[in-house]
């Protein structure tokens, strides 16, 4: 019996030193998983959940811009160092990036998560980046989003994971992005 547990631990020892140097992409739900993370028992929390869900849709990956009133609040502060707080600001600099397009029913970015307390709500995600040391290797981090709703009902904050972007001013895994 020591034999066979000797014999599991050292295959289980090979198999972990095998794959210590790749790395699966973070787990990401359905689009039909996505619309039922909006539920919740709570209505004002559900309202939070869908409208920065419906915002992420619409504006930032939908490109439309001209909806950004309807979502942002016009002191809208900005926690992204690459991006300066303020509507006008996010509209000028997302709008640059994002040309206008159709809009899905879902978020187009791998989601692993929508969950909302209080007046915050956080969208965590699956991002794809290219090794700046290795630039023909690829990684996955899991990347979120967090929005404060304002007394107003529209979001008036948002943090997220960014540094400073590099020298070509671009956010890492933007080649990636839908």
Same mark, same amino acid.
């Given at each position: 019996?020591?034999?066979?547990?000797?014999?599991?631990?050292?295959?289980?020892?090979?198999?972990?030193?095998?794959?210590?140097?790749?790395?699966?992409?973070?787990?990401?739900?359905?689009?039909?998983?996505?619309?039922?993370?909006?539920?919740?028992?709570?209505?004002?929390?559900?309202?939070?959940?869908?409208?920065?869900?419906?915002?992420?849709?619409?504006?930032?990956?939908?490109?439309?811009?001209?909806?950004?009133?309807?979502?942002?609040?016009?002191?809208?502060?900005?926690?992204?160092?690459?991006? %300066?707080?303020?509507?006008?600001?996010?509209?000028?600099?997302?709008?640059?990036?994002?040309?206008?397009? %159709?809009?899905?029913?879902?978020?187009?970015?791998?989601?692993?998560?929508?969950?909302?307390?209080?007046?915050?709500?956080?969208?965590?995600?699956?991002?794809?980046?290219?090794? %700046?040391?290795?630039?023909?290797?690829?990684?996955?981090?899991?990347?979120?989003?967090?929005?404060?709703?304002?007394?107003?009902?529209?979001?008036?904050?948002?943090?997220?994971?960014?540094?400073?972007?590099?020298?070509?001013?671009?956010? %890492?895994?933007?080649?990636?992005?839908?």
């Amino acid at each position: 019996m020591k034999i066979l547990h000797m014999a599991l631990l050292c295959c289980a020892l090979a198999a972990v030193s095998t794959h210590s140097h790749s790395q699966a992409a973070p787990f990401s739900v359905s689009a039909a998983q996505q619309l039922e993370m909006l539920n919740s028992t709570d209505s004002r929390l559900e309202r939070n959940k869908r409208f920065v869900f419906d915002f992420w849709r619409i504006v930032f990956e939908g490109g439309h811009m001209e909806d950004a009133p309807k979502y942002l609040e016009e002191t809208y502060i900005q926690h992204n160092p690459n991006i %300066p707080t303020g509507r006008a600001a996010f509209i000028e600099r997302i709008g640059k990036a994002r040309p206008p397009q %159709p809009v899905v029913d879902y978020i187009k970015v791998p989601v692993v998560s929508i969950v909302a307390e209080r007046d915050i709500v956080t969208v965590s995600s699956v991002r794809k980046v290219r090794n %700046p040391k290795s630039p023909d290797q690829f990684y996955y981090m899991t990347w979120f989003d967090m929005f404060r709703i304002g007394k107003s009902g529209l979001i008036a904050e948002h943090w997220d994971a960014a540094d400073l972007w590099t020298s070509s001013g671009k956010p %890492p895994g933007l080649e990636f992005l839908p």
